[in-house]
């Protein structure tokens, strides 16, 4: 039976040590496209937690020596950072052999222009995370949190993942979500079709009509219960989900 060959775009797997069979999930499923994919889009959050390209754990050693593999036959993987893993820099591409994109990206699907964004820009309800983003993303932040000894780096991560747990569990889930005005107006601004994101873990494809203009919004989901993925390929595109994670 013939087969496309195919774009993929997965965002969210929050890979961490503590979770093991998440971590063989995407290595085996890694593995599994290198042979139809023609590129490989990772939209944020691939780890829940980065502190700088100078503190990789192990566990992680796979994945990147998985993704390197891309590389050497010729499948481009392309990286945006998200919430959780923004500190990720030149080092950890180099070592994953991908390219780093600056959010949003632009990309011609099969004749699609579609801009790529990690998403959580858009949840603009949630104005505490807005103002820590704002924090967290500026260069001197981020000079000065890198500048600072691992273990220290180590303990602000932890502290700020508590908080960021409490706050989630304090806010209905309406406020964690996109603002559809804000999407609304990221479509006028760039005259866009259709936007990919993930962060708010809720997979979907989003159709709706703008100004007489069919608009679409695909939604990447998370890697907690089982690996979410967008493929696209000349014959179209669809949401698939792997086997349940162990």
């Not at 703008?210 to 679409?216: A, E, I, Q, S």
Request: proline share 5%; net charge negative.
């Amino acid at each position: 039976m013939f087969a496309w060959m195919a774009l993929y775009f997965i965002s969210d797997l929050h890979l961490d040590p503590g979770r093991p069979g998440t971590l063989a999930a995407a290595d085996r499923w890694l593995a599994s496209i290198r042979t139809d994919a023609t590129a490989l889009y990772i939209l944020g959050d691939l780890f829940e937690t980065w502190i700088g390209d100078d503190d990789s754990d192990p566990a992680f050693d796979p994945i990147f020596d998985r993704l390197m593999d891309f590389h050497a036959v010729g499948v481009p993987v392309f990286f945006m950072v998200g919430n959780r893993d923004f500190l990720i820099g030149p080092d950890a591409a180099r070592r994953g052999g991908w390219t780093l994109l600056t959010e949003p990206a632009s990309l011609d699907c099969y004749g699609t222009h579609v801009a790529l964004l990690h998403g959580d820009r858009f949840c603009l309800a949630d104005r505490e995370y807005q103002s820590f983003r704002a924090e967290v993303r500026n260069p001197d932040w981020q000079r000065a949190f890198l500048s600072q000894p691992v273990a220290r780096r180590r303990e602000l991560a932890r502290i700020a993942r508590q908080a960021s747990q409490a706050h989630m569990g304090q806010i209905a889930d309406a406020i964690m979500d996109v603002d559809p005005q804000a999407i609304d107006a990221f479509m006028r601004e760039r005259d866009l079709t259709c936007i990919v994101h993930g962060h708010t873990h809720r997979p979907a494809i989003h159709e709706w009509v703008l100004d007489g203009v069919k608009r679409t919004r695909i939604v990447l989901g998370d890697w907690h219960d089982a690996g979410q993925i967008l493929r696209w390929d000349e014959a179209g595109r669809a949401l698939l989900s792997t086997a349940a994670l162990p």
